[in-house]
C-alpha cells in the first residue's frame, strides 16, 4: 500500500489557471503561470541528495582550530573558580575564553537581553556555557576541557511553574516581573461577564502539554573566521543571520560593518536555530583572540541544551456555548515552564493565547498567563511556536462540548468558522479562510460521517482544526524599515542574479524565492542564480521563523522581478514598437502578446534593456500591514495572513495495555496558493510527522535527584536513542488536501504550509482516543499508561480521564487589561492602559520603542559608531 | 561528535590466541563482537579498555549448524542478520528468530552479533549518559560513583538485563561454550551465565570467551518471545517475555518464562511456573497464572515508559506468551517488529 496519497482543491477559481488547461487570453495578467504550482524540483535539490551542499560543519579553512565549550554540571549555582592551569599545558591547547571577557549582554528580544555568551558569575542550569578551549584537533580541545576544574557555590533549584510561583528567593535573573515569574499578562476582550451569562452551558477543562525540543538531524556548527582587516566572518548554521549579526556586534563590540555573518544551509531548524547562540559568539570570540579559524559543532548533548524548544504549558480553560454550538465567551489561563532565560519567551506567552480567536467566533475572550524561570536549558520556539499548546486544549475542549451538547465535532467547528475579512475580539485581521473546505475535505475522505462514533470498540477517529501566521506582523525590534529585501542583478547573458538575506532551513525558501523570480521574469529556474544568507551581500531578510518567508520574501521578490520586468519590458517594447503593457515574458523570450513570433529570447531583451539603461539591477521589498490593535500586547499574533488546517487521525487502541497506533492520517491545508506543491506536500507530512511525535512520546523532561543527597536538575534523556521521536517505521500513511484559498496578501495569494499543518495533530490524536475507547487523556504526549490510566478509572465508575488536576496556579493578575472588541465598538486601544499597570514586554509598538530607549541595543549602536570613526 | 578514545585493537585470527590475549591482558582487555553497544558506550565514557580484542577474524566463530542430533549450534560470531535470514533458525526456532529480528535496526543486526547480544552490558538511564550528564550527577554506582540512583538507599546496582535473547534462550534450556586459555571449554546453561546485579551482571570469567550458542532440539518444547518497547525499531526492550513448555500429553510437563529488563538478569516468575505444572493451558489457568508473575519482577524508573505500568504489562504480556504456547489468541496488541 501506498503512504502517500494527495489532493488538491481550489476554494474560489483562481483567476489564473495552470498553463495545460488555460485559455490564454490577450493581457499579461491573463496568461497561465510558467511555473507557480507546479511541482517543480527544489533548486537545492540535487546539492542536498549527492552531498554535495556544505554545511557548517563540512566547511574547513587553513590552520582552522576546534573548540569546546565546558559547560555547568549544576543546575543553579554561582562561579567561585575557573581553573584552566591543568587544561593549559595539555597537548595541542592554543587558549582559552571566559565570560569576563564578554560582558555585554545578548538575547533575540530587546527586553530579554539576559544571556552571556559565557556565564559571568552565575550558572543557571546544566549545560550553561562557562568556559571555552580552543585546541589544533577536537580530540585535544575535548580532552583540554574535561581537565577545566570549575568551583561552585550551589542555589537552590527551581524545576517547575509550581517551584517557580511558590519560591520567589533566590531569583534566577534579577528581572522579571516579579520573583521567579519572567512574565504576567491579563488581558480581556469584551464584557466577559455578560458573554458567560449568555451561555447554555459552560465547559470547564485543564490540560497540560509536556515540552519537547526540535530535533534537526543536523546538530548546530560554527566557523570563525578572522579576515586580514580585522574583520571577522561566521559562517552558522543559523535560522536568523540577521538576529546573529546585531548580537555578534554587540557582545564582541566590534561596529556591524566588521561583522559578516553566512547563514550556511540548515539540516533542520524547526526553531532551534532561531535565537543567536552561545557558541557562535564565543567561536568569533576565540578566532579574533587566536588569529586563526575557530570550529565548533555541538555534540547532540548540546543541541538538547541550546533547546529554546517548545514550552511546557499547564492550561486552564472555561467556556460559555450556546446550544447550537456557538462560543459565547472563553477565559484561557496558561502557565509556562520557560527555563533558565528568556529567549522568546514573552512573545511566546502571548502566543499561547494570541491565535484561539482566529478559527472559530469568539465574540468574549479572556487570557491570562504567566512564564516562568526555571533551572532547565530555555525554551523558545518550536514550530507552532506557543500556539500548539493552546490550540490542543481548544480542540479537546471543542471535542468535549460537541458530545455535551450533542453535536457532531465537525459540524460544531464548520457551524461557527470566522468568516472571511472579520477583525476578531483581539484584534487580528483575517483574510482569506479554507478552513470549511478543509475540514469538508477530511471529513470526505476519511468517511467521517460514516464511521465516526461507530467504530467497533478500540477503533477510533479524531478530528480537529488549526491556524498559523504567515510571518508575525511586527519584527523583532522596532523599526519601519522591510522585513525582507531582494535585490537582483540582471546579466547580458540571461542569467538573473537574485540577492537576499533568507535562509534555507530545509522548508524550500531557496526554490520559493528563484520560482517567483522566474515565474515573473518567464525564464527557468535554472537561469537564476542566488545569493541568500548573507550579511555582507544581501539585503536584510529577519530570517525563517514565523512562517514568514514565503509570504513575505516572495512579496519582495515578486517587487523586485515585476520591476525588471517593467524595466526591461520598457525597451524591448520601444525596439518592437509595440505598447509595453503588450509585452509577455514566458518560455525563456519576451514577446508580443498579439503576435507570439514577434519577439527575442530573454538575455536579447535584457541586452536591448542594459544597452539602453546602463547595468540592470532592482530591488523589493516587504513590511507587512499595519494591525488593527493598539493595545499592548497587540504587537503578537497580527499577520499578513492566516493559514488553516483540518486533521482527521485514526487510531487503533489496546484496551488492556493502552498502547495505540495511529493507523491513518487525513490532513487538508489552506496554503492560499500553492508555489510547488511538492514541497507543499512535504511540509504537511513533515509537519503531521512531527505532531505525531508531539502527541505520541516526544518530551523533555528532568530528573532532581533527592534533594538531601545532591543538587542535581538534569536532562532525563538528552540523547537521539531516549529522547523518543518516531521513526520511518512509526508513520502512518498520510493522506493530504491542499486546498488552495487564495489570500490577497499573499504573493500570487500564497500562504504558509512550514507550521500550520502540525497543529490539528496532537488534539486529533486525544480526540480519536476517546472516540476509540471513551476515554480522555488531556495532556500531550498521550503515553500508553495515560489511556490504560483513564480505562482503569473508566471501569471505576470514575470519571474516564487522566490529566494535570483541574485548576490553575495560585498568581494574582490584577486587573486586567481591557478592551473593547470591534463588535462592541471598540477602537482597538484598552480602556484602562495605564490603570492596568501591565508590565512590558515585546508586544506592542510603543512597549518596543521603550525597551529600545533604555535598551542597551542603542547603546551597541553608539559603539558601532565610535567603532567606526 | 563524540570520539572514541584511544585504545589498542587486536585482531587474532585464532581462538587459541584470542583467548591467550584476553589472559595476558589481565583483565584490561574487552571483547569486541561486534561492537554496536560497546563502541558508543567508549565514546561516552562509561566503559572503557585499554585493548579491545576483535574476534571478527577468528576463524570458526561465525556460522549456523544443524548438529544431526536435532541441536543446533550458532557461532558467537553469527551475526543477527545471519539469524534473520537462516531459513532453520526461522523453521525450527522462530521464537528466536523473533527475538532477534526485533534487535536494534536492521542495519545494526548486520554487525551485532549473538555472543554479543548474550554478553550485553546491563541498561540504565543513569548510566547509558555522556561524561560531563554523569559528573552532574556524581556519577553512579556502576561507573565511577557510590550511589545507585535508581534506589539510593540500596546496597546494589538496578542496571536491567537488556539482552533480547537472553530470556528465550534461557527458557528453551540452550547452552553456551566458554573456553578459556588456562581452563580450556566449559559448557553452562544459558540462564546460569547472569548473576542478579547490574555490575557484575555476567557470570562468563573475564578471561573467557563465549564462543557458541548451542540449541536443544525444538521438538521437544512449544515456546514463544514477547517484548515491550516504545518504537517499532532500534528501542532496546523494556520488557521481554521468553517462555517455552514441555508438555505430558495436554499437560504441563515443565515451564520455563524468564522476564528481560525488568531486572538485572532475566528473572523467573518462579510461582507462575510452578502452578503450571500438570495444568492444561486454557484460558483461566493462564489467566490465574500470569496474576502470578509480577512477583520475580522489579521495573524501575531507570528505562522508558513509567515503572508502574511496566509492572502491569509483565502480567499481560506472561498472558500473551502463555496463550501463544496454548495456541490461543495472545489477546494484546502485537508489537510494530516482525513477529
Known amino acids: ?869 | 561528535m563524540l570520539r572514541l578514545p584511544p585504545f589498542q585493537l587486536h585482531n587474532p585470527t585464532n581462538l587459541d590466541d584470542a583467548a591467550k590475549m584476553l589472559a595476558d591482558h589481565g583483565g584490561k582487555a574487552r571483547l569486541l563482537a561486534g561492537g554496536t553497544d560497546l563502541l558508543p558506550n567508549m565514546k561516552r565514557r562509561h566503559q572503557s579498555a585499554a585493548a579491545l580484542i576483535g574476534l571478527r577474524r577468528v576463524e570458526g566463530l561465525r556460522g549456523i549448524r544443524d548438529s544431526g542430533s536435532g541441536e543446533t549450534a550458532i557461532g558467537a560470531m553469527t551475526t543477527l542478520t545471519d539469524i534473520v535470514r537462516s531459513e532453520l533458525i526461522h523453521a525450527k526456532y522462530p521464537m528466536l528468530w523473533r527475538a532477534v529480528a526485533s534487535i536494534s535496526s536492521p542495519v545494526l543486526q548486520s554487525t551485532g552479533t549473538i555472543g554479543g547480544n548474550l554478553c550485553l552490558d546491563t541498561r540504565c538511564t543513569y548510566y547509558n549518559q555522556n561524561e560531563e550528564w554523569r559528573e552532574s550527577i556524581s556519577f553512579c554506582m556502576k561507573e565511577e560513583g557510590q550511589t545507585c540512583w535508581v534506589a539510593p538507599s540500596s546496597p546494589r546496582c538496578w542496571a536491567i538485563s537488556a539482552s533480547d535473547s537472553a530470556p528465550v534462550l534461557s527458557a528453551i534450556e540452550a547452552k553456551v561454550k566458554l573456553v578459556s586459555a588456562g581452563d580450556g571449554e566449559r559448557i553452562i546453561a544459558v540462564r546460569d551465565l547472569f548473576n542478579d546485579d547490574g555490575i557484575d551482571y555476567l557470570k562468563k570469567r573475564p578471561d573467557e570467551v563465549l564462543t557458541e550458542v548451542i540449541l536443544p532440539d525444538p521438538s521437544a518444547f512449544k515456546a514463544s518471545h514477547w517484548k515491550l518497547r516504545r518504537r517499532g525499531s532500534i528501542d532496546y526492550s523494556v520488557l521481554t517475555v521468553g517462555a517455552a513448555a514441555w508438555f505430558d500429553g495436554d499437560k504441563v510437563q515443565k515451564l520455563n518464562i524468564h522476564l528481560g529488563a525488568v531486572n538485572s538478569y532475566p528473572a523467573v516468575p518462579e510461582k507462575t511456573c510452578e502452578f503450571l505444572i500438570g495444568k492444561i493451558l486454557d484460558e483461566e489457568t493462564i489467566a490465574e497464572a500470569a496474576g502470578m508473575s509480577r512477583q520475580g519482577s522489579t521495573p524501575m524508573d531507570n528505562t522508558d515508559f513509567l515503572a508502574r505500568w511496566r509492572g502491569q504489562m509483565v502480567e499481560r504480556y506472561v498472558s500473551a506468551a502463555l496463550r501463544e504456547i496454548a495456541g490461543l489468541d495472545p489477546g494484546v496488541k502485537k508489537p510494530r517488529h516482525a513477529m
Open chain 1, 1 to 869: 500500500m501506498s503512504n502517500r496519497d494527495i489532493h488538491r482543491a481550489g476554494v474560489d477559481a483562481p483567476s489564473k489557471t495552470d498553463k495545460q488547461s488555460g485559455v490564454p487570453g490577450k493581457t499579461r495578467e491573463d496568461q497561465p503561470f510558467n511555473l507557480i504550482g507546479k511541482p517543480f524540483r527544489r533548486v537545492d535539490g540535487r546539492a542536498k541528495v549527492t552531498g554535495q551542499t556544505r554545511f557548517a560543519d563540512d566547511l574547513t579553512f587553513p590552520r582552522m582550530v576546534h573548540m569546546r565549550i565546558r559547560r555547568s554540571t549544576v543546575p543553579h549555582a554561582l562561579i567561585k573558580s575557573i581553573d584552566t592551569s591543568k587544561a593549559a599545558g595539555m597537548p595541542g591547547v592554543l587558549g582559552f575564553v571566559t565570560g569576563e571577557e564578554m560582558p555585554n549582554t545578548f538575547g533575540i528580544l530587546p527586553v530579554s537581553h539576559d544571556e552571556h555568551a559565557l556565564c559571568m558569575d552565575k550558572v543557571r542550569f546544566v549545560g550553561d556555557p562557562v568556559v571555552a578551549v580552543a585546541a589544533l584537533t577536537e580530540d585535544q580541545a575535548y580532552a583540554a576541557c574535561a581537565a577545566i576544574e570549575v568551583e561552585y557555590e550551589v542555589l537552590e533549584t527551581i524545576a517547575s511553574v509550581d517551584e517557580a510561583v511558590a519560591v520567589p528567593e533566590p531569583r534566577i535573573h534579577d528581572y522579571g516581573d516579579e520573583g521567579n515569574l519572567h512574565k504576567k499578562v491579563s488581558m480581556e476582550f469584551g464584557d466577559l461577564d455578560g458573554g458567560f451569562e449568555d451561555a447554555d452551558v459552560i465547559m470547564e477543562d485543564t490540560c497540560y502539554f509536556e515540552g519537547n525540543t526540535h530535533l534537526p538531524m543536523e546538530q548546530h556548527a560554527t566557523v570563525a573566521v578572522p579576515e586580514d582587516d580585522g574583520r571577522i566572518t561566521v559562517c552558522s548554521s543559523t535560522q536568523t543571520p540577521h538576529y546573529l549579526h546585531r548580537s555578534l556586534s554587540k557582545v564582541l563590540e566590534l561596529p556591524a560593518s566588521r561583522v559578516r555573518v553566512i547563514a550556511t544551509p540548515n539540516g533542520g531548524g524547526f526553531g532551534g536555530k532561531s535565537d543567536p547562540f552561545n557558541h557562535e559568539i564565543v567561536a568569533a570570540k576565540m578566532a579574533l583572540k587566536l588569529g586563526r579559524p575557530v570550529k565548533i559543532a555541538l555534540t547532540r548533548e548540546e543541541v538538547f541544551y541550546c533547546h529554546r524548544g517548545r514550552h511546557p504549558v499547564h492550561m486552564h480553560m472555561r467556556t460559555g456555548f450556546k446550544k447550537d454550538g456557538s462560543m459565547t465567551a472563553q477565559h484561557l489561563q496558561t502557565a509556562l515552564d520557560g527555563g533558565s532565560y528568556g529567549s522568546y519567551g514573552v512573545a511566546s506567552t502571548y502566543y499561547t493565547g494570541a491565535l484561539q480567536t482566529v478559527t472559530y467566533k469568539l465574540p468574549r475572550y479572556r487570557f491570562d498567563s504567566i512564564r516562568a524561570f526555571t533551572n532547565k536549558p530555555p525554551c523558545g520556539p518550536k514550530r507552532g511556536h506557543g500556539t500548539p499548546q493552546p490550540r490542543f486544549g481548544l480542540e479537546v475542549h471543542l471535542d468535549k462540548a460537541a458530545h455535551q451538547l450533542g453535536i457532531d465535532p465537525a459540524d460544531i467547528r464548520l457551524q461557527n468558522l470566522v468568516e472571511p475579512g472579520t477583525v476578531t475580539a483581539n484584534y487580528l485581521k483575517v483574510g482569506s479562510i479554507g478552513l470549511g473546505k478543509c475540514i469538508e475535505a477530511v471529513v470526505e475522505g476519511s468517511g467521517w460521517r460514516e464511521r465516526y462514533g461507530k467504530l467497533p470498540e478500540g477503533r477510533g477517529l479524531g478530528l480537529a482544526c488549526g491556524s498559523y501566521l504567515c510571518g508575525a506582523g511586527l519584527p523583532i525590534y522596532w523599526n519601519h524599515m522591510p522585513q525582507s529585501g531582494v535585490q537582483l542583478q540582471l546579466d547580458r547573458s540571461g542569467c538573473v542574479a537574485v540577492f537576499c538575506g533568507e535562509t534555507e532551513i530545509g522548508q524550500g525558501s531557496d526554490s520559493v524565492l528563484a520560482a517567483v523570480v522566474a515565474e515573473i521574469l518567464g525564464i527557468d529556474l535554472q537561469d537564476i542564480r542566488l545569493c541568500v544568507g548573507d550579511t555582507d551581500l544581501t539585503p536584510v531578510d529577519l530570517g525563517s521563523y514565523s512562517s514568514r518567508v514565503t509570504l513575505m520574501v516572495g512579496n519582495a521578490a515578486r517587487q523586485a522581478a515585476e520591476r525588471a520586468r517593467d524595466l526591461i519590458a520598457k525597451h524591448v517594447a520601444e525596439k518592437l514598437e509595440i505598447p509595453a503593457r503588450q509585452i509577455h515574458f514566458a518560455d525563456r523570450r519576451v514577446f508580443d502578446l498579439e503576435n507570439p513570433d514577434n519577439g527575442m529570447t530573454f538575455a536579447e531583451a535584457v541586452v536591448v534593456a542594459e544597452s539602453k539603461d546602463g547595468t540592470l539591477g532592482t530591488t523589493g521589498s516587504y513590511i507587512p500591514p499595519r494591525s488593527p490593535g493598539r493595545y499592548r500586547g497587540s504587537g503578537v499574533g497580527p499577520s499578513p495572513a492566516y493559514s488553516y488546517t483540518a486533521v482527521v487521525v485514526e487510531v487503533e487502541v489496546d484496551p488492556t495495555t493502552g498502547i495505540y497506533d495511529v493507523v491513518h492520517v487525513w490532513c487538508a491545508h489552506d496554503v492560499g496558493k500553492c508555489i510547488n506543491p511538492a514541497l507543499v506536500m512535504g511540509q504537511i507530512e513533515g509537519s503531521i510527522y512531527m505532531g505525531l511525535g508531539e502527541a505520541m512520546m516526544e518530551e523533555q523532561v528532568f530528573r532532581r535527584l533527592p534533594k538531601k543527597r545532591s543538587p542535581a536538575l538534569v536532562h532525563r534523556h538528552p540523547s537521539l536513542l531516549e529522547y523518543k521521536s518516531p521513526t520511518f517505521n512509526d508513520m502512518p500513511p498520510v493522506t493530504s488536501y491542499i486546498i488552495e484559498d487564495p489570500d490577497p496578501n499573499g504573493p500570487f495569494g500564497a500562504k504558509e504550509v512550514g507550521q500550520g499543518p502540525l497543529l490539528p495533530v496532537m488534539p486529533a490524536v486525544a480526540n480519536a482516543i476517546f472516540d476509540a475507547v471513551g476515554a480522555r487523556v488531556d495532556q500531550i504526549p498521550i503515553a500508553p499508561h495515560m489511556v490504560r490510566a483513564a480505562l482503569d478509572a473508566k471501569e471505576k465508575g470514575k470519571e474516564p480521564r487522566f490529566g494535570p488536576k483541574p485548576g490553575f496556579p495560585d498568581v494574582d493578575f490584577g486587573a486586567p487589561l481591557k478592551v473593547l472588541t470591534p463588535d462592541e465598538g471598540g477602537d482597538g486601544k484598552a480602556e484602562n492602559q495605564d490603570e492596568a499597570k501591565v508590565r512590558k514586554g515585546t508586544g506592542t509598538m510603543t512597549e518596543r520603542k521603550d525597551a529600545l530607549k533604555d535598551g542597551a541595543w542603542k547603546e551597541s549602536q553608539r559603539e558601532n559608531k565610535k567603532g567606526g570613526n
